[in-house]
């Protein structure tokens, strides 16, 4: 039995909406910074103490997922996952993150350009291979606002990766067991979109929401 029928994501459009990175939820930062603010100074966790609750809450909300390990990659981009990440995976965070960093640098653009600055969720993939069978981890979704676009596929929608807050930067992405090649393309281009949120919000707004047109890389 497939996972998504055994464990049923979340269906709302609004999250749908911010799949393949769509739109930005007005009040969203403001939400995160009230969570935050009542979460200070309690005693939390260690390994938990990197990333705050209100983000791990709505990356948990949006996946149905539970993220139980929280580390960092080498080069210090904070990572929390179902499963304890292979070496590989981190590896591939961070290829993601240098690539997405160079070229918006050749942008012009300067901020959110530290490794420290990103949360990256590893979520559990629902399905391992596209349609034509090529391996292809992505998550499952209700269609809700794509219903009848091209990403619809019989009612649901599959992303490999998807913003899951803009303040703090975080982004999800299926866990990947090999192609670590693909793995870092997901978090370069799900990067972009908080690249862009927070050095040139016209170009973001013209980007966000895919089914208008327009794809990834956005930035070159
Ligand atoms: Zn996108």
Redesign the pocket.
């Known amino acids: 039995m497939r996972k998504n029928q055994t464990h049923t994501r979340l269906k709302l459009s609004a999250i749908a909406a911010m799949i ?3 739109v930005a939820l007005l009040g969203e930062s403001s939400l995160n910074i009230a969570s935050a603010q009542r979460m200070r100074g309690r005693r939390m966790p260690v390994q938990e103490a990197s990333v705050d609750r209100g983000t791990i809450a709505r990356a948990e909300s949006y996946t149905g997922d539970r993220f139980n390990y929280f580390m960092e990659t080498p080069r210090g981009a904070r990572v929390a996952a179902v499963n304890r990440p292979r070496t590989e995976a981190l590896r591939a965070i961070d290829a993601g993150l240098a690539e997405l960093f160079d070229v918006a640098r050749r942008n012009n653009y300067r901020a959110r350009l530290n490794y420290s600055d990103y949360v990256v969720f590893i979520a559990r993939a629902d399905r391992t291979r596209d349609s034509a069978g090529a391996y292809s981890p992505d998550m499952s979704f209700g269609a809700g606002s794509y219903a009848g676009t091209v990403y619809d596929r019989g009612g649901q929608i599959f992303a490999a ?3 899951s807050s803009y303040s703090p930067a975080a982004l999800v992405v299926a866990e990947h067991e090999r192609d670590w090649q693909r793995m870092a393309n997901v978090v370069r ?2 990067g ?2 908080l690249v862009l949120y927070h050095n040139d919000r016209r170009r973001f707004q013209e ?2 929401d ?1 089914v208008r047109g327009g ?2 890389p ?1 930035l070159r």
Do not use: F, N, P, R
Request: with cysteine.
């Open positions: 393949m990175c769509a990766g998807m913003v281009y799900e972009e979109h980007t966000a895919h794809a990834h956005i």
